[in-house]
């Protein structure tokens, strides 16, 4: 009988959605501006992203180590987003049956990577090891 609740103008819920982006987005930002520190910080104290600080030249070069735990982390965060997508599905037996068999594929790819030294990160080399 009174269906005015589920009846909205898709302009006003749109509106709506941008209007509390722009608050939150701006009240981030306010924050953000409250609770930065206003000093600058001391000296050898700067920017150090990925294991090499900011007044190193980049030409060093960078170890190998780096790049294969990026690639395990890409390996498994893709495994994280195929199992979530399979639980939001709801496949039932079939997705269950599939999302074990993924998963031991991988165990399975983490196993032999573990046995052969893939993941040892440390300076002994694979012939000091044999």
Known sequence: MFETASLTDPRLAFTNYVAMVVVAVVG???????????ATPPP??????????????????V????FQIA????????????LYTGAVAET???G????????????????????DGALDTGTETRE???
């Open 71 to 82: 690639a395990f982390f890409v390996i498994f965060d893709f495994e994280a987003a195929i």
């Open 128 to 130: 000091k090891r044999l």
């Open 28 to 38: 981030i930002l306010v924050v953000a501006r409250i609770l930065r520190a206003s």
């Open 92 to 94: 039932g037996v079939a």
């Open 63 to 66: 170890p190998a180590a780096c």
């Open 44 to 61: 050898g104290s700067g920017i150090y992203e990925s294991g090499a600080p900011a007044h190193v030249a980049t030409t060093v070069p």
């Open 96 to 115: 269950l049956v599939s999302a074990t068999i993924f998963i031991f594929v991988l165990l399975a790819a983490l196993f032999y990577l573990w046995a």
